[in-house]
Protein backbone atom coordinates (compact mmCIF):
# COMPACT_ATOMS: atom_id res chain seq x y z
CA UNK A 1 0.00 0.00 0.00
CA UNK A 2 1.33 3.37 -0.87
CA UNK A 3 -1.30 6.14 0.90
CA UNK A 4 -0.02 9.18 2.89
CA UNK A 5 -1.33 10.07 6.30
CA UNK A 6 -2.62 13.63 3.94
CA UNK A 7 -3.66 11.80 1.20
CA UNK A 8 -6.01 9.43 3.07
CA UNK A 9 -7.56 12.37 5.57
CA UNK A 10 -8.39 14.62 2.47
CA UNK A 11 -10.66 12.38 1.41
CA UNK A 12 -12.78 12.77 4.22
CA UNK A 13 -12.26 16.97 4.16
CA UNK A 14 -9.13 16.55 6.66
CA UNK A 15 -6.70 18.85 6.43
CA UNK A 16 -3.32 17.18 7.25
CA UNK A 17 0.66 17.69 6.64
CA UNK A 18 1.57 14.57 7.56
CA UNK A 19 3.79 12.66 4.46
CA UNK A 20 4.32 9.46 6.85
CA UNK A 21 2.89 6.67 4.66
CA UNK A 22 1.11 3.92 5.85
CA UNK A 23 1.65 0.76 5.75
CA UNK A 24 -1.75 -1.43 5.69
CA UNK A 25 -5.28 -0.93 7.25
CA UNK A 26 -6.29 -3.36 10.08
CA UNK A 27 -9.32 -3.84 11.82
CA UNK A 28 -8.25 -5.74 14.74
CA UNK A 29 -5.99 -4.33 17.21
CA UNK A 30 -3.78 -7.30 17.45
CA UNK A 31 -3.35 -7.22 13.71
CA UNK A 32 -1.74 -3.90 13.47
CA UNK A 33 1.70 -3.98 12.59
CA UNK A 34 4.11 -0.47 12.69
CA UNK A 35 2.88 2.04 10.06
CA UNK A 36 -0.11 0.74 9.97
CA UNK A 37 -4.38 2.94 9.83
CA UNK A 38 -6.52 1.71 12.74
CA UNK A 39 -10.19 1.54 11.22
CA UNK A 40 -11.99 1.05 15.47
CA UNK A 41 -15.21 -0.85 13.78
CA UNK A 42 -17.98 -1.51 15.76
CA UNK A 43 -18.55 -4.99 16.78
CA UNK A 44 -19.13 -7.50 20.32
CA UNK A 45 -17.45 -4.16 21.82
CA UNK A 46 -16.53 -0.90 19.88
CA UNK A 47 -13.47 -0.70 18.02
CA UNK A 48 -12.51 2.79 19.79
CA UNK A 49 -11.72 0.58 23.38
CA UNK A 50 -8.63 -0.84 21.58
CA UNK A 51 -7.32 2.18 20.36
CA UNK A 52 -4.45 2.05 23.39
CA UNK A 53 -3.66 -1.44 21.66
CA UNK A 54 -3.41 -0.58 18.31
CA UNK A 55 -0.86 2.69 19.05
CA UNK A 56 1.03 0.20 21.04
CA UNK A 57 1.58 -2.05 18.24
CA UNK A 58 2.55 0.46 15.94
CA UNK A 59 -0.41 2.37 14.52
CA UNK A 60 0.07 5.54 13.19
CA UNK A 61 -3.37 6.96 12.07
CA UNK A 62 -7.05 6.37 12.95
CA UNK A 63 -10.32 6.49 11.90
CA UNK A 64 -12.33 8.24 14.72
CA UNK A 65 -16.48 8.82 15.21
CA UNK A 66 -16.10 9.34 19.07
CA UNK A 67 -16.86 13.08 20.31
CA UNK A 68 -13.93 12.44 22.64
CA UNK A 69 -10.81 12.95 21.03
CA UNK A 70 -8.28 10.25 20.59
CA UNK A 71 -4.93 9.79 22.33
CA UNK A 72 -2.55 12.52 20.76
CA UNK A 73 0.14 9.75 20.34
CA UNK A 74 -1.90 9.26 16.94
CA UNK A 75 -3.05 10.74 14.31
CA UNK A 76 -6.83 10.73 14.16
CA UNK A 77 -9.07 11.24 11.00
CA UNK A 78 -12.49 12.37 12.15
CA UNK A 79 -15.33 10.78 10.01
CA UNK A 80 -19.17 10.10 10.51
CA UNK A 81 -19.49 6.65 10.19
CA UNK A 82 -16.41 4.22 10.68
CA UNK A 83 -17.40 1.81 8.53
CA UNK A 84 -18.71 3.88 6.07
CA UNK A 85 -15.08 5.42 6.28
CA UNK A 86 -13.00 2.24 5.63
CA UNK A 87 -15.07 1.51 2.60
CA UNK A 88 -14.68 4.90 1.12
CA UNK A 89 -10.90 4.14 1.76
CA UNK A 90 -11.40 0.91 -0.35
CA UNK A 91 -13.20 2.50 -3.19
CA UNK A 92 -10.48 5.49 -3.20
CA UNK A 93 -7.68 2.63 -3.47
CA UNK A 94 -9.21 0.46 -6.00
CA UNK A 95 -8.82 3.31 -8.22
CA UNK A 96 -5.74 4.66 -7.57
CA UNK A 97 -4.28 0.95 -8.37
CA UNK A 98 -6.39 0.41 -11.11
CA UNK A 99 -6.69 -3.26 -11.73
CA UNK A 100 -9.13 -5.14 -13.56
CA UNK A 101 -12.21 -5.93 -10.95
CA UNK A 102 -13.81 -9.63 -11.52
CA UNK A 103 -16.49 -10.05 -9.13
CA UNK A 104 -17.82 -13.55 -8.51
CA UNK A 105 -21.52 -13.96 -6.81
CA UNK A 106 -24.19 -16.74 -6.61
CA UNK A 107 -26.48 -18.83 -4.28
CA UNK A 108 -23.49 -21.86 -4.56
CA UNK A 109 -19.85 -22.14 -5.65
CA UNK A 110 -18.46 -18.65 -5.23
CA UNK A 111 -15.57 -19.32 -3.42
CA UNK A 112 -14.41 -22.32 -5.54
CA UNK A 113 -15.40 -20.14 -8.73
CA UNK A 114 -13.25 -17.58 -7.25
CA UNK A 115 -10.27 -20.58 -6.96
CA UNK A 116 -10.44 -21.66 -10.26
CA UNK A 117 -10.67 -17.51 -12.13
CA UNK A 118 -7.83 -17.03 -9.80
CA UNK A 119 -5.55 -19.14 -10.54
CA UNK A 120 -6.10 -19.08 -14.45
CA UNK A 121 -5.62 -15.34 -14.01
CA UNK A 122 -2.44 -15.64 -12.15
CA UNK A 123 -0.93 -17.23 -15.24
CA UNK A 124 -1.14 -14.14 -17.04
CA UNK A 125 -1.86 -11.79 -14.59
CA UNK A 126 -0.37 -10.48 -11.28
CA UNK A 127 -3.29 -11.02 -9.05
CA UNK A 128 -4.93 -11.03 -5.88
CA UNK A 129 -8.08 -12.91 -4.72
CA UNK A 130 -10.53 -12.72 -1.67
CA UNK A 131 -8.68 -14.61 0.81
CA UNK A 132 -11.13 -17.40 2.61
CA UNK A 133 -14.75 -15.85 2.92
CA UNK A 134 -14.07 -12.71 3.32
CA UNK A 135 -17.09 -11.54 1.07
CA UNK A 136 -19.22 -8.54 2.86
CA UNK A 137 -19.40 -5.03 3.88
CA UNK A 138 -16.48 -5.54 5.74
CA UNK A 139 -14.26 -8.24 4.49
CA UNK A 140 -14.81 -6.40 0.80
CA UNK A 141 -12.70 -3.41 1.37
CA UNK A 142 -10.70 -5.27 3.72
CA UNK A 143 -9.57 -7.28 0.53
CA UNK A 144 -9.21 -4.54 -1.55
CA UNK A 145 -7.53 -2.45 0.78
CA UNK A 146 -4.74 -5.67 1.48
CA UNK A 147 -4.36 -6.05 -2.45
CA UNK A 148 -0.23 -5.29 -3.20
CA UNK A 149 0.00 -1.74 -5.33
CA UNK A 150 1.15 -4.00 -8.59
CA UNK A 151 -1.93 -5.88 -8.86
CA UNK A 152 -3.41 -5.77 -12.37
CA UNK A 153 -6.50 -8.11 -11.52
CA UNK A 154 -8.37 -8.63 -8.46
CA UNK A 155 -10.95 -11.36 -7.77
CA UNK A 156 -13.38 -10.46 -5.72
CA UNK A 157 -16.16 -12.95 -3.83
CA UNK A 158 -19.85 -11.12 -3.28
CA UNK A 159 -21.95 -13.10 -0.35
CA UNK A 160 -25.36 -11.62 0.57
CA UNK A 161 -27.89 -12.33 3.30
CA UNK A 162 -30.31 -9.32 2.20
CA UNK A 163 -31.38 -7.09 -0.86
CA UNK A 164 -29.41 -4.26 -1.18
CA UNK A 165 -26.26 -6.07 0.12
CA UNK A 166 -24.88 -6.56 -3.81
CA UNK A 167 -25.74 -3.31 -4.68
CA UNK A 168 -23.22 -1.85 -1.77
CA UNK A 169 -20.55 -4.00 -2.24
CA UNK A 170 -20.35 -3.62 -6.64
CA UNK A 171 -20.37 -0.02 -5.68
CA UNK A 172 -17.36 -0.24 -3.47
CA UNK A 173 -15.59 -2.79 -5.74
CA UNK A 174 -16.97 -1.24 -9.25
CA UNK A 175 -16.70 -4.69 -11.09
CA UNK A 176 -15.45 -4.69 -15.14
CA UNK A 177 -16.34 -8.40 -15.57
CA UNK A 178 -19.30 -9.86 -12.76
CA UNK A 179 -20.41 -13.58 -12.71
CA UNK A 180 -23.25 -15.48 -11.29
CA UNK A 181 -22.44 -18.75 -10.45
CA UNK A 182 -26.46 -20.03 -9.61
CA UNK A 183 -29.75 -18.93 -8.70
CA UNK A 184 -30.43 -21.30 -5.18
CA UNK A 185 -32.11 -21.20 -2.05
CA UNK A 186 -29.50 -19.69 0.16
CA UNK A 187 -30.52 -17.01 2.51
CA UNK A 188 -34.58 -17.57 1.14
CA UNK A 189 -35.64 -16.96 4.69
CA UNK A 190 -34.61 -13.45 4.44
CA UNK A 191 -35.59 -12.70 0.72
CA UNK A 192 -38.74 -14.88 1.01
CA UNK A 193 -38.25 -16.48 -3.01
CA UNK A 194 -35.69 -17.96 -5.74
CA UNK A 195 -37.21 -14.42 -7.30
CA UNK A 196 -36.15 -12.30 -4.96
CA UNK A 197 -32.64 -14.31 -5.07
CA UNK A 198 -32.11 -13.74 -8.31
CA UNK A 199 -33.26 -10.11 -8.28
CA UNK A 200 -30.44 -9.87 -5.04
CA UNK A 201 -27.72 -11.28 -7.65
CA UNK A 202 -28.56 -9.18 -9.62
CA UNK A 203 -27.43 -6.29 -8.02
CA UNK A 204 -23.69 -7.46 -8.62
CA UNK A 205 -24.32 -5.27 -11.89
CA UNK A 206 -25.18 -2.13 -10.10
CA UNK A 207 -21.90 -0.32 -10.94
CA UNK A 208 -20.32 -3.27 -13.33
CA UNK A 209 -18.57 -1.11 -15.94
CA UNK A 210 -20.45 0.10 -19.00
CA UNK A 211 -18.16 -2.07 -21.15
CA UNK A 212 -18.01 -4.39 -19.01
CA UNK A 213 -19.46 -8.17 -18.66
CA UNK A 214 -21.76 -10.58 -16.87
CA UNK A 215 -21.59 -14.11 -17.22
CA UNK A 216 -24.66 -16.30 -16.08
CA UNK A 217 -25.52 -19.72 -16.35
CA UNK A 218 -28.33 -20.82 -19.29
CA UNK A 219 -30.67 -22.55 -17.32
CA UNK A 220 -31.69 -19.86 -14.85
CA UNK A 221 -34.67 -18.66 -16.70
CA UNK A 222 -35.00 -16.34 -13.39
CA UNK A 223 -32.51 -14.37 -14.94
CA UNK A 224 -33.44 -13.99 -18.68
CA UNK A 225 -35.70 -10.90 -18.04
CA UNK A 226 -33.21 -9.09 -15.93
CA UNK A 227 -30.03 -9.66 -18.30
CA UNK A 228 -31.85 -8.50 -21.26
CA UNK A 229 -31.93 -4.83 -19.28
CA UNK A 230 -28.26 -4.79 -19.43
CA UNK A 231 -26.56 -2.56 -21.71
CA UNK A 232 -23.28 -4.81 -20.78
CA UNK A 233 -22.40 -7.96 -22.73
CA UNK A 234 -24.16 -11.19 -21.39
CA UNK A 235 -22.89 -14.50 -21.28
CA UNK A 236 -24.19 -17.68 -21.13
CA UNK A 237 -22.67 -21.05 -19.88
CA UNK A 238 -23.60 -24.76 -19.03
CA UNK A 239 -23.61 -28.18 -19.58
CA UNK A 240 -24.64 -29.12 -22.95
CA UNK A 241 -25.91 -25.38 -23.44
CA UNK A 242 -25.15 -22.07 -23.44
CA UNK A 243 -22.05 -20.01 -25.27
CA UNK A 244 -19.81 -21.40 -23.42
CA UNK A 245 -20.36 -25.36 -23.39
CA UNK A 246 -18.77 -28.26 -21.71
CA UNK A 247 -19.07 -32.01 -21.73
CA UNK A 248 -18.36 -34.06 -19.00
CA UNK A 249 -16.09 -36.50 -20.39
CA UNK A 250 -14.40 -37.87 -17.22
CA UNK A 251 -15.52 -38.15 -13.56
CA UNK A 252 -13.12 -39.81 -10.48
CA UNK A 253 -13.01 -38.66 -7.30
CA UNK A 254 -9.77 -36.52 -7.90
CA UNK A 255 -10.71 -35.23 -10.93
CA UNK A 256 -13.35 -34.11 -13.73
CA UNK A 257 -12.46 -34.20 -17.29
CA UNK A 258 -14.67 -31.94 -20.33
CA UNK A 259 -14.80 -30.69 -23.47
CA UNK A 260 -15.02 -27.09 -24.45
CA UNK A 261 -15.01 -26.67 -28.09
CA UNK A 262 -12.97 -29.54 -28.52
CA UNK A 263 -10.46 -28.80 -26.00
CA UNK A 264 -9.69 -30.95 -22.84
CA UNK A 265 -9.79 -29.35 -19.77
CA UNK A 266 -9.10 -30.82 -16.03
CA UNK A 267 -10.47 -29.77 -12.57
CA UNK A 268 -8.60 -31.39 -9.28
CA UNK A 269 -12.38 -32.21 -8.01
CA UNK A 270 -15.06 -34.19 -8.46
CA UNK A 271 -18.44 -32.98 -9.87
CA UNK A 272 -20.05 -31.69 -13.06
CA UNK A 273 -21.44 -28.80 -10.62
CA UNK A 274 -17.62 -27.69 -10.59
CA UNK A 275 -17.48 -28.28 -14.47
CA UNK A 276 -19.79 -24.84 -14.42
CA UNK A 277 -17.92 -23.29 -11.86
CA UNK A 278 -14.82 -23.98 -14.44
CA UNK A 279 -17.00 -22.39 -17.39
CA UNK A 280 -16.91 -19.08 -15.74
CA UNK A 281 -13.33 -19.37 -15.38
CA UNK A 282 -12.70 -19.96 -18.52
CA UNK A 283 -14.80 -17.28 -19.89
CA UNK A 284 -13.39 -14.66 -17.86
CA UNK A 285 -9.45 -15.88 -18.89
CA UNK A 286 -11.10 -15.60 -22.57
CA UNK A 287 -12.18 -11.89 -22.24
CA UNK A 288 -8.84 -10.96 -20.70
CA UNK A 289 -6.67 -12.61 -23.22
CA UNK A 290 -5.20 -15.38 -20.98
CA UNK A 291 -3.94 -18.09 -23.83
CA UNK A 292 -5.95 -21.64 -23.76
CA UNK A 293 -3.03 -23.28 -22.80
CA UNK A 294 -2.22 -21.37 -19.77
CA UNK A 295 -6.38 -21.61 -19.33
CA UNK A 296 -5.99 -25.15 -18.65
CA UNK A 297 -2.73 -25.06 -16.77
CA UNK A 298 -4.66 -22.68 -14.18
CA UNK A 299 -7.77 -25.20 -13.99
CA UNK A 300 -5.43 -28.20 -13.42
CA UNK A 301 -3.87 -26.47 -10.77
CA UNK A 302 -5.90 -24.24 -8.85
CA UNK A 303 -5.91 -25.30 -4.93
CA UNK A 304 -9.54 -24.78 -3.41
CA UNK A 305 -10.84 -22.94 -0.20
CA UNK A 306 -10.63 -25.48 2.74
CA UNK A 307 -13.87 -27.22 3.30
CA UNK A 308 -15.25 -27.65 -0.06
CA UNK A 309 -15.06 -30.85 -0.88
CA UNK A 310 -12.22 -31.48 0.75
CA UNK A 311 -10.62 -35.29 0.41
CA UNK A 312 -9.68 -36.56 4.02
CA UNK A 313 -8.41 -39.47 5.62
CA UNK A 314 -10.60 -40.88 8.91
CA UNK A 315 -7.70 -41.82 11.81
CA UNK A 316 -8.24 -45.78 10.25
CA UNK A 317 -7.78 -44.88 7.04
CA UNK A 318 -11.33 -44.66 5.72
CA UNK A 319 -12.22 -41.44 3.04
CA UNK A 320 -13.75 -38.03 4.39
CA UNK A 321 -15.11 -35.91 1.69
CA UNK A 322 -15.62 -33.12 3.51
CA UNK A 323 -18.05 -30.13 2.29
CA UNK A 324 -19.85 -28.34 5.37
CA UNK A 325 -18.85 -24.92 5.10
CA UNK A 326 -22.70 -24.47 3.94
CA UNK A 327 -25.22 -25.93 2.18
CA UNK A 328 -28.16 -25.33 0.23
CA UNK A 329 -30.79 -27.78 -1.44
CA UNK A 330 -29.66 -27.47 -4.33
CA UNK A 331 -25.67 -27.63 -3.56
CA UNK A 332 -26.80 -30.46 -1.16
CA UNK A 333 -28.20 -32.19 -4.49
CA UNK A 334 -25.39 -31.85 -6.43
CA UNK A 335 -22.62 -33.19 -3.89
CA UNK A 336 -24.88 -36.30 -3.44
CA UNK A 337 -25.66 -37.16 -6.57
CA UNK A 338 -21.90 -36.57 -8.20
CA UNK A 339 -20.20 -38.76 -4.81
CA UNK A 340 -23.54 -41.26 -5.35
CA UNK A 341 -21.59 -42.32 -8.86
CA UNK A 342 -18.29 -42.69 -7.78
CA UNK A 343 -17.29 -46.58 -7.14
CA UNK A 344 -15.90 -47.07 -3.69
CA UNK A 345 -14.31 -50.16 -2.15
CA UNK A 346 -16.35 -50.18 0.62
CA UNK A 347 -19.36 -48.62 1.97
CA UNK A 348 -20.90 -45.42 0.34
CA UNK A 349 -22.04 -43.22 3.45
CA UNK A 350 -23.25 -39.64 3.94
CA UNK A 351 -23.75 -37.59 6.79
CA UNK A 352 -26.19 -35.02 6.17
CA UNK A 353 -27.23 -31.92 8.67
CA UNK A 354 -29.49 -29.66 8.81
CA UNK A 355 -29.39 -26.70 5.61
CA UNK A 356 -30.43 -23.21 7.58
CA UNK A 357 -32.11 -20.65 6.88
CA UNK A 358 -34.21 -21.54 4.14
CA UNK A 359 -37.95 -20.13 5.58
CA UNK A 360 -41.24 -21.58 6.09
CA UNK A 361 -41.25 -24.51 3.42
CA UNK A 362 -37.35 -25.69 5.04
CA UNK A 363 -39.23 -29.13 5.98
CA UNK A 364 -39.93 -29.95 1.72
CA UNK A 365 -36.51 -28.82 1.12
CA UNK A 366 -35.17 -31.20 3.43
CA UNK A 367 -37.62 -34.21 2.30
CA UNK A 368 -36.72 -33.45 -1.25
CA UNK A 369 -33.39 -35.21 -0.59
CA UNK A 370 -34.86 -38.58 -0.83
CA UNK A 371 -34.60 -38.36 -4.47
CA UNK A 372 -30.77 -38.20 -4.91
CA UNK A 373 -29.69 -41.03 -2.33
CA UNK A 374 -28.95 -43.49 -5.35
CA UNK A 375 -25.98 -45.45 -4.69
CA UNK A 376 -25.64 -44.98 -0.92
CA UNK A 377 -25.27 -47.41 1.58
CA UNK A 378 -25.73 -45.61 5.46
CA UNK A 379 -27.08 -42.35 6.12
CA UNK A 380 -26.27 -40.50 9.13
CA UNK A 381 -28.91 -37.69 9.31
CA UNK A 382 -28.35 -34.66 12.07
CA UNK A 383 -30.64 -32.28 13.13
CA UNK A 384 -34.81 -31.72 13.62
CA UNK A 385 -34.81 -31.00 10.00
CA UNK A 386 -33.46 -33.52 8.76
CA UNK A 387 -36.25 -35.93 10.35
CA UNK A 388 -38.76 -34.93 7.34
CA UNK A 389 -35.67 -36.70 5.14
CA UNK A 390 -35.50 -39.76 7.47
CA UNK A 391 -39.52 -40.11 7.17
CA UNK A 392 -39.22 -40.77 3.60
CA UNK A 393 -36.36 -43.45 3.74
CA UNK A 394 -38.32 -46.82 4.38
CA UNK A 395 -40.65 -45.90 1.66
CA UNK A 396 -38.19 -44.83 -0.95
CA UNK A 397 -35.37 -46.61 -0.16
CA UNK A 398 -36.21 -49.89 2.24
CA UNK A 399 -33.46 -51.22 2.19
CA UNK A 400 -31.03 -48.41 2.90
CA UNK A 401 -29.56 -48.49 6.50
CA UNK A 402 -29.96 -44.93 8.13
CA UNK A 403 -29.64 -43.33 11.56
CA UNK A 404 -31.21 -40.06 13.03
CA UNK A 405 -29.65 -37.88 15.16
CA UNK A 406 -30.65 -34.62 17.82
CA UNK A 407 -28.58 -31.35 18.00
CA UNK A 408 -27.71 -32.50 21.22
CA UNK A 409 -26.61 -36.13 20.04
CA UNK A 410 -23.22 -34.71 18.54
CA UNK A 411 -21.28 -36.76 20.66
CA UNK A 412 -23.37 -39.83 20.16
CA UNK A 413 -23.09 -38.81 16.11
CA UNK A 414 -19.57 -39.06 16.49
CA UNK A 415 -19.04 -42.32 18.85
CA UNK A 416 -21.30 -44.17 16.25
CA UNK A 417 -19.48 -42.97 13.31
CA UNK A 418 -16.34 -43.80 14.88
CA UNK A 419 -17.02 -47.55 16.02
CA UNK A 420 -18.81 -48.31 12.52
CA UNK A 421 -16.72 -46.51 9.74
CA UNK A 422 -14.36 -49.45 8.16
CA UNK A 423 -10.64 -48.24 6.61
CA UNK A 424 -12.36 -49.12 3.22
CA UNK A 425 -15.39 -46.90 3.78
CA UNK A 426 -15.88 -43.70 1.55
CA UNK A 427 -18.23 -40.96 3.72
CA UNK A 428 -19.51 -37.77 2.56
CA UNK A 429 -20.17 -34.68 5.05
CA UNK A 430 -23.15 -31.79 3.74
CA UNK A 431 -24.46 -29.61 5.70
CA UNK A 432 -24.82 -25.65 6.59
CA UNK A 433 -21.61 -24.99 8.93
CA UNK A 434 -23.86 -23.44 11.70
CA UNK A 435 -24.50 -27.66 12.47
CA UNK A 436 -21.00 -28.21 13.27
CA UNK A 437 -19.92 -30.79 10.89
CA UNK A 438 -16.34 -29.97 10.87
CA UNK A 439 -15.98 -30.71 14.51
CA UNK A 440 -17.16 -34.36 13.43
CA UNK A 441 -14.92 -34.63 10.57
CA UNK A 442 -11.48 -33.36 12.51
CA UNK A 443 -12.39 -36.09 15.27
CA UNK A 444 -12.44 -38.53 12.41
CA UNK A 445 -9.34 -37.69 11.53
CA UNK A 446 -7.54 -38.01 15.03
CA UNK A 447 -9.34 -40.69 16.81
Known amino acids: MKLSITEVA ?3 SANYSDSRMITGVEFDSRKIKPGNLFVPLAGARDGHEFIDQAIENGAIATFWSQDEAAPSTITSIKVTDVLAAFQTLATYYREK ?3 K ?3 ITGSNGKTTTKDMTESVLSQRFKTYKTQGNYNNEIGLPYTLLHMPSTTEVIVLEMGMDQAGDLTLLSTIAKPDIAAITMIGEAHIENLGSRANIAAGKMEITAALALDGALIVPYNEPLLRPLTEKLSQKVYTFGIGEGEISAQISEETRDYTRFLVEEQLYEIPVL ?3 NVTNALIAIEIGRLLGVAPEQIQHGLATFELTKQRTEWLKAYNGA ?5 VYNANPTAMSLVLDSFGKLPVPGKKIAVLADMLELGPDELAMHAAMSSHLAGYDELYLYG ?5 LAALI ?10 VFKESEKEALMTALKQRITPTDSILFKGSNGMGLAEIVTFLQNN
Open 10 to 12: ALF
Open 97 to 99: TAP
Open 101 to 103: VVA
Open 271 to 273: GSY
Open 319 to 323: DLLSD
Open 384 to 388: RRMEA
Open 394 to 403: PETYPELTYH
